[in-house]
Every structure is written in C-alpha cells, then in structure tokens.
C-alpha cells in the first residue's frame, strides 16, 4: 500500500510538472526572447547634484533635466545620436540599441565619472562595513547597467535577500578616477 502511494505522489508530481511548470517556463522563454529580438533599449542620464541639463535625442526638441534627477528614455532597436548639455559641459554619444535588454548610462559632462558600488555590506549586512566599489567608469563612453541598479541611495529597497548585491552608481569628479577607494567612499559621504 505505501509503494502504491508513493508512485501515486510520484506520478502526481510529474502531472504537474507536465501540466503546469514546463508551460510556465516555455511561456517566460518565449516572452524574453520576443524582448530581445523586438523590444527597446533603454537610455539613463543622472544629473549631477547641482547641475540642470538639456537632452536631445535624434534630434529632438532639448527636454530638461533636473539637479538629481534621474532621467530615463525606452529607445528603439537601431541608431540613435544622444546630446546632452549642462553646466559642466557637452557630451554626444553615438548610441546603437542592439536589443530590447539594452541598458546603457550616459556620462552628462567630460567631468561626469562614475563608480558602481555594492553597498549591501553598507545598509543590509548585519555587520555592517563599507560598500565595495565594483567598477570605476571614464566619462569617455556609455556604461552598461542592469535593470536592477541604483542611481540614488533614497530609494534603495528597503531591504533584501541575504548576500545580494545591491548596485548603486554615483558619480565622480574624473580627477578621483585613481584614487584609492577609501578616499572615493568618503568623499561620496559614506562613513562607519
């Protein structure tokens, strides 16, 4: 009688897995790979603290951004030529979305560089250290980002799985590019 249960459960849990998972999955592969093929990109611009810019995109009339400001456009598959002007300068990309999972930052001056940092350790690690800093960006060039990152540390989650990362970009002076981390982390005010 128990063998006749267990291959029953067991049975149970294949009907289910035939009937319902696979489906599920099949379903989410094919609505990313439409994504892919069909979907926008997506362009980031953070405006500095202090600093209002312009955007033009292919174009366009300019629309503002604002100091802080976080500033975001879905762009179609293709080339685009992306400017922007603001009190710390000019900058002009030549863009090409590639794919619907493109996301890209734009620098906003020749004085905007960028550090992405990991601040789980900083404010979700129950001992609680510095945020690591992940990678360090020129103003030179684009910087690919994911869906899930940061640009404001006002709205990070307000809390998270265990041993995640937590991506944050901030910007740098460019003259800060080599310093060491410790110098970068507390002029951007982070402090045990």
């Known amino acids: 009688m128990l063998q006749f249960l267990q291959s029953a459960l067991r049975n149970i849990r294949l009907f289910l897995l035939v009937v319902f998972v696979v489906p599920i999955l099949m379903c ?5 790979a439409v994504e892919w093929w069909s979907g926008n990109g997506t362009l980031h611009i953070q405006a500095s603290p202090g600093e209002s810019l312009s955007v033009s995109i292919d174009g366009a009339p300019a629309e503002a ?6 500033f975001t456009r879905e762009l179609p598959q293709g080339a685009h030529r992306v400017a922007i002007s603001g009190g710390m300068g000019q900058s002009s990309f030549d863009v090409d979305v590639s794919n619907g999972m493109w996301q890209q930052l734009a620098p906003t001056s020749p004085q905007q560089c960028w550090v992405e940092l990991d601040v789980y350790p900083f404010y979700y690690s129950p001992s609680r250290s510095m945020p690591t800093i992940e990678g360090r960006y020129p103003a030179s060039a684009l910087i690919s980002v994911s869906s899930g990152t940061y640009y404001d540390d006002t709205v990070l989650p307000r809390t ?11 910007p740098i002076p460019c003259g800060m590019m080599n310093a060491p981390d410790d110098q970068i982390l507390s002029t951007l005010r982070f402090q045990l």
């Open 28 to 32: 989410a592969g094919a609505f990313a």
């Open 65 to 70: 951004v604002y100091p802080g400001q976080h």
């Open 160 to 170: 998270v799985s265990e041993h995640t990362h937590v991506d944050l970009m901030q």
